[in-house]
């Protein structure tokens, strides 16, 4: 697992535009967005709309790495190394598990930065130190869950291109037909569902909370975190599962 790990973060160090342009456009999100939105959307209340999106953003990022991660299978693929690793003498779950702690660190690299860059605007952890907690596991969950998942995706795909295509076009619904952006409280009808219904959704609701307010309301995180879990147990097990056929065939 080690190995698996320190080879993908060799190649992400030979190939620093896998980390920067998933930064990137959150990057310009967080600045650009949220300053014209500052001053157009005064009358909903929001006092600091750069602490309001932030969440939204941090997800966005940890897409785009563990996005990206998937990327590095297609690439082990042309050099012949993922098959090497198949016939090698290590477990397909240190394999899977190399492949995502990879992604989960890239992601808590880029949010740090992002975090680093919203201290200029004004962004603070209202709920403290037990706050920032229970939001490096709530990053974590998803990161592991996402990253899974495109791992899996992967295996299924025959190139990158269509990989890239897939992956697009999951993100982006996923992202805008969630609370990101704007507040939910007054959608109404099929789309108010579809929010609802979207599991990032409450992820990134748990994460504002933990932002905005300084009691931690363990009734609405709890049920976060449990859902994710179930969620990364059973896209890690799709994971094992497709990669054993991998090596079956």
């Known amino acids: 697992m080690?190995?698996?790990?320190?080879?993908?973060?060799?190649?992400?160090?030979?190939?620093?535009?896998?980390?920067?342009?998933?930064?990137?456009?959150?990057?310009?999100?967080?600045?650009?967005?949220?300053?014209?939105?500052?001053?157009?959307?005064?009358?909903?209340?929001?006092?600091?709309?750069?602490?309001f999106i932030l969440p939204g953003i941090i997800i966005l990022v940890t897409f785009g790495a563990c996005c990206s991660s998937g990327m590095i299978n297609f690439i082990m693929k042309s050099n012949g190394s993922f098959f090497r690793i198949l016939i090698a003498p290590i477990s397909r779950t240190s394999i899977v598990l190399g492949q995502i702690l990879e992604a989960i660190l890239i992601s808590f690299i880029e949010v740090i930065i992002l975090f680093l860059v919203s201290l200029f605007y004004s962004v603070t952890i209202a709920s403290g130190t037990t706050g920032i907690a229970f939001m490096v596991l709530l990053i974590f969950i998803t990161a592991f869950f996402m990253s899974s998942l495109a791992y899996t995706i992967s295996l299924f795909l025959p190139n990158e291109v269509i990989y890239e295509t897939i992956m697009t076009a999951i993100v982006l619904p996923i992202f805008f037909l969630s609370s990101a952006l704007f507040p939910p409280e007054n959608l109404s009808g099929g789309l108010a569902i579809a929010v609802t219904l979207n599991p990032f959704t409450h992820?990134?609701?748990?994460?504002?909370?933990?932002?905005?307010?300084?009691?931690?309301?363990?009734?609405?995180?709890?049920?976060?975190?449990?859902?994710?879990?179930?969620?990364?147990?059973?896209?890690?097990?799709?994971?094992?599962?497709?990669l054993k056929k991998e090596t079956a065939n």
């Open 203 to 242: 992820i990134i609701n748990s994460l504002r909370s933990l932002i905005f307010e300084k009691s931690i309301l363990l009734e609405n995180i709890l049920p976060v975190i449990g859902l994710f879990i179930i969620l990364c147990c059973g896209s890690f097990a799709l994971a094992i599962w497709k």
């Open 2 to 51: 080690i190995n698996i790990l320190w080879r993908n973060i060799k190649w992400r160090i030979q190939n620093p535009i896998a980390i920067i342009i998933p930064l990137l456009q959150p990057l310009i999100w967080l600045v650009l967005y949220s300053a014209v939105a500052n001053q157009t959307l005064q009358d909903t209340g929001i006092t600091n709309y750069t602490a």
